[in-house]
């Protein structure tokens, strides 16, 4: 198996709402693709049904060799998501999360991989703190060790960057350079050019449907720009 | 990692979570102590002849049920807050053990509070009657009551959680679902207090029919608890 990701004819619906239509793709292993579409372009909708949070109104996927509905309780230990959302609990300390959520991942010496994981998002000097004290940064950081913490092979990023000041956009950027090699990333972004750098695989999507699914060399920057503009033009229109 | 293991997982975390912010416990601990005035308010102008025995029962189950209510709709809300029930949906486990989990910590926490509030009932209004001596039997129609009512209500929660209106909501499907157990609880409640000839017969066929409604109740929301969560 060399794909990472075969999304065929995937749709989700809520109510008479269609967020995510007949949308089909491929994700060969350890590629990056960056999801771009304007607001309401249903990637947000795609990423949760690739994280198996939303279960498709129809279509089928595979994930890792593994059925995004069958087999969706396996195919959790080996998908990392980070939402708009820090899915973190304010009460307790940076520390007291990540070995809560690594157990549950059932993470080998889970102790062992939060320090690791808090050194690497250069928490460590505040991890006995609530983060409820946290600013926005450094729960999006915490989010980003949250999702390593099982050694995913799949990320799945809903604009990650969102909340990070410079440093920690910085320390994100390692992080995604330092574990790219062996991984699959899956990433939505409303920052063309920096989303663009990062990509090797570009998709474009506008009111739920796919507009453009292009490997980054065969398209130039300035044309994907252009075709972006012109999607999310119909999108408003 | 197992299913024992994962269940202890998640109720550490909601013991700890709690311990630390004291959000249900004071919330529910509060509203209690509030129903207790309004009953103080409300029992002083009745009659000197009123057995209030007869109905502590009647208000003790009155007091479990609103108080309940309030901590159910709180269980869930923070989960909700900071997107943390996703990060539970995320983790590779069955659902089933977030619901037995989740019912376990709302069962402990209404024992918590009834541990306060019920002996405050006795001491506000029963102080000047004698109880039957049979009045610690009081204990098990306490303890099934809350696990239904913890069972229930978590599945409900569940289902009301992405609802508008959900306290409504919540108020209106909880009440009638969970009515035959309150029914058996505030019988066997009031018999033992009471004492009255013949209650043992009563409060042990009340007993059956909340242990019943716990045992179908339970097997029923576990095995739907899947499919409401995923929904």
Redesign the interface.
Known sequence: MTDAIVAKGLRKAFGSRVAVDDLSFTLPKGRFLVVFGPNGAGKTTLLRML???S?PSAGSANILGLDLIEDA?????H?G?I??????????SAS?NLL??A????VPNPQARVKDLLDAVELSHRSLD?VSTFSRGMLQRCSIA?ALLGDPELLLLDEPYSGLDLRAADIFDQLLSDHRADRSIVMVSHDLQHGYDLADQLLLMSRGKLLLSADKDDLPFDEFQHRFRAGAGMAVG | MGFFEQYRVLLRKDLTREFRSKEMLSSMGIYALLVLVVYGAALSQTSKGLDILQMSGGLIWALIVFTSMLGLNRSFAFEKEQGCLEGILLAPIDRSTIFLSKATSNCLFLLVVELITVPLFAFFFLGGVTLAPSWPLIVFPLLLGSIGIAGVGTLLSTITLETRGKDVLLAVLFVPLLFPLVYACVAATTGCMVGSEGFMTTYLRSLLLAGGYDIIMLSLSWALYDFVISA
């Open positions: 994280s198996t949070l279960r309780q396996e195919l959790r230990r998908i998501f939402s708009h959302a820090p899915m973190l609990y304010p009460a307790l007291e809560f959520f157990r549950l991942q059932g609530p949250r």
